[in-house]
C-alpha cells in the first residue's frame, strides 16, 4: 500500500504561483509514477502532471505546459507540483495520484491523496 498526503493549496491571485506537495509513504517509490490531476466543480477529473520516480521523466498537459512544473525529492518520498501565472481557470481541487507504470488516465492510478484546494481569483 502507498499512502499520499497533499498540501500547499490555498487562495491566490491571478498571475501568482503556489507549490504543491504529495508525501508518499508505505512503499519504496522508486518504481512508481506520480501524477497530479485536478477536478473542478461540475467537470472530470484532468490530467496536470506526470513525473518518473526512477528517471524524472516529465509529462504535463497543453493547459499547463510552460506554467507548471513537476519534480521530486527522492530523499525525502515527496512530490512537488509548482504552478506558476496562475489562472482562474486553473480553480480545482489537485491530488496526487501513484501507480507503477507510466499513464495520464485517471482511472488507472491506484492510489490517491485526499486533494487540497487551489482557488485563483481574478
Known amino acids: 500500500q502507498v499512502q499520499l498526503v497533499e498540501s500547499g493549496g490555498g487562495l491566490v491571485q491571478a498571475g501568482g504561483s503556489l507549490r504543491l506537495s504529495c508525501a508518499a509513504s508505505?512503499?519504496?517509490?522508486?518504481?512508481?509514477?506520480m501524477g497530479w490531476f485536478r477536478q473542478a466543480p461540475g467537470k472530470e477529473r484532468e490530467f496536470v502532471a506526470a513525473?518518473?520516480?526512477?528517471?524524472?521523466?516529465?509529462n504535463y498537459a497543453d493547459s499547463v505546459k510552460g506554467r507548471f512544473i513537476i519534480s521530486r525529492d527522492s530523499a525525502k518520498n515527496t512530490g512537488y507540483l509548482q504552478m506558476n501565472s496562475l489562472k482562474p481557470e486553473d480553480t480545482a481541487v489537485y491530488y496526487c495520484?501513484?501507480?507503477?507504470?507510466?499513464?495520464?488516465?485517471?482511472?488507472?492510478?491506484?492510489?490517491w491523496g485526499q486533494g487540497t484546494q487551489v482557488t485563483v481569483s481574478s
Open positions: 495520484a501513484a501507480r507503477q507504470g507510466y499513464t495520464v488516465l485517471a482511472r488507472d492510478y491506484d492510489y
Open positions: 508505505g512503499r519504496t517509490f522508486s518504481s512508481y509514477v
Open positions: 513525473i518518473r520516480w526512477s528517471d524524472r521523466s516529465t
